[in-house]
Nanobody, 126 residues
């Protein structure tokens, strides 16, 4: 069992950068593969990317490849989502989610994850 907390959201101008953090208020995020999702107003929750438990592998949805990067700080027990070259279309509430497996069939779906944070708002102005 793990409880996740996202942080680092805010308001940035297009082209700017933001780093989100995902940490555990209970449990250790190091024990899980972690996915990032986002949900814009009126839209479904969308898969952004995922990192393995050890942080050795990541994958991303096409719309963020080359701009976003997921990483782990094992010592700090934190997963990061570094977002560069932000676009207004990136505006959303961003969630991290923990999966007891490393990679599975449903890695890009909500049902592929066991625990979710409450989200942090990212707003990108034009």
């Amino acid at each position: 069992q793990v409880q996740l907390v996202e942080s680092g959201g805010g308001l940035v101008q297009a082209g700017g950068s933001l780093r989100l953090s995902c940490a555990a208020s209970r449990g250790t995020v190091n024990s899980y593969a972690v996915g990032w999702f986002r949900q814009a107003p009126g839209k479904d929750r969308e898969f952004v990317g995922r990192i393995t438990r050890g942080g050795g592998r990541t994958l991303y949805t096409e719309s963020v490849k080359g701009r976003f990067a997921i990483s782990r700080d094992i010592a700090g027990n934190t997963v990061f989502l570094q977002m560069n070259s932000l676009k207004p279309e990136d505006t959303a509430v961003y969630f991290c989610a923990a999966d007891r497996a490393n990679f599975g069939t449903d890695y890009a779906l909500e049902r592929g994850y066991d625990y979710w944070g409450q989200g942090t708002q990212v707003t990108v102005s034009p």
